[in-house]
């Protein structure tokens, strides 16, 4: 068995390559920029190279293999047309399954990331080539970026109210990704993956004990926290995404309590402290 990974130098799909190549799985790491998978070639994976806007590219990098991840692109409000391109190519191919890496209850989210979800799984649902949907919810590591600040200024800044996120490691969801392309049963399954799910306030608390500095969460109402990041120079579209993000977990959408991820990865979902400290260190 074959399995194919889009996107598989990126942050997501770079795990879950070795995630598979850890279980013995043969892998076609589909790739934009050949030289960043120098490495993947000098270990004997088969780099091929294709893009989601490029149809054709995509046929040939997906010839001959058995399943295919498609980890979802990162141009919103574009990806729908480039996942099905991916999928037409997997039909194409004649794939035994494509996984495809979603976000919470994508069928009735209402963020704005989850707009391009919505539209993709409906392209899957229509599709002819078995499917599965991971519905991966936040990666601790969505808020690395702003811990330096945070633990700067001692307060973390959100729009989330008392709102829970079920978030995990990224490696977490890369190796639940690995252990449906590896195995057998899983074909026309939606799997709701997350974590132990925490408040902001409970995430500020998890900075202070991994900074061992003070941080309390400060909430507020997203046109104010949209502005705040729009001073500390986030893009306005951006920053609009963002905060609309935060909305959405305080309505509670990111909040999942499945127990699939724990399942499919054999063990509890990293907590937000380890990812926290690693990144400060």
């Known amino acids: ?35 960043k998978a120098a490495d ?18 995509l046929d040939v990098a997906l010839a001959g293999v058995d399943r295919v991840l498609l980890v979802s692109g990162t141009e919103t409000g574009g990806r729908v047309g480039q996942h099905t391109n991916v999928v037409r190519a997997a039909e194409h191919a004649g794939v035994e399954l494509l996984v495809y890496t979603s976000i919470p209850k994508a069928d ?8 391009d979800h ?3 799984e409906a392209v899957l649902a229509g599709a002819t080539v078995p499917r599965t949907i991971l519905r991966n919810s936040w990666y601790w590591e969505n808020y690395t970026g702003g811990l ?11 729009a989330a109210g008392e709102g ?20 057998d049963g899983h074909a026309g399954r939606v799997y709701e993956l997350g974590g132990d799910a925490i408040t902001y306030a409970e995430l500020a608390d998890a ?5 061992g500095k003070q941080v309390r969460y400060q909430d507020l109402p997203p046109a104010e926290f949209t502005a ?15 905060a609309d993000a935060d909305a959405g977990i305080a309505k509670g959408i990111l909040s999942v309590d499945s127990g699939e991820l724990h399942e499919l990865i054999g063990r509890p979902a990293t907590p937000a402290i380890e990812v926290f400290r690693a990144a400060l260190n």
């Open 164 to 183: 829970r996120v079920s978030g995990a490691a990224r490696a977490d969801f890369a190796e639940a990704a690995a252990t449906v392309l590896a195995t």
């Open 40 to 57: 993947l070639t000098e270990r004997g994976v088969d780099v091929r190279q294709a893009t989601y806007d490029d149809p054709e590219s």
């Open 108 to 115: 009735r989210n209402e963020m704005i990331l989850a707009q």
């Open 118 to 120: 919505k539209a993709t």
């Open 1 to 35: 068995m074959t399995v194919a990974v889009t996107g598989a130098t990126g942050q997501l799909g770079r795990l879950v390559v070795e995630a598979l190549l850890r279980k013995q799985v043969p892998v076609v790491a589909v790739v934009r920029n050949r030289a």
């Open 228 to 242: 705040a990041l729009e001073r500390a120079g986030v893009p306005a579209g951006f920053a609009q995404v963002l």
């Open 207 to 211: 900075i202070s004990r991994a900074s």
């Open 148 to 158: 330096a600040h945070a633990v700067e200024t001692g307060v973390l800044y959100g």
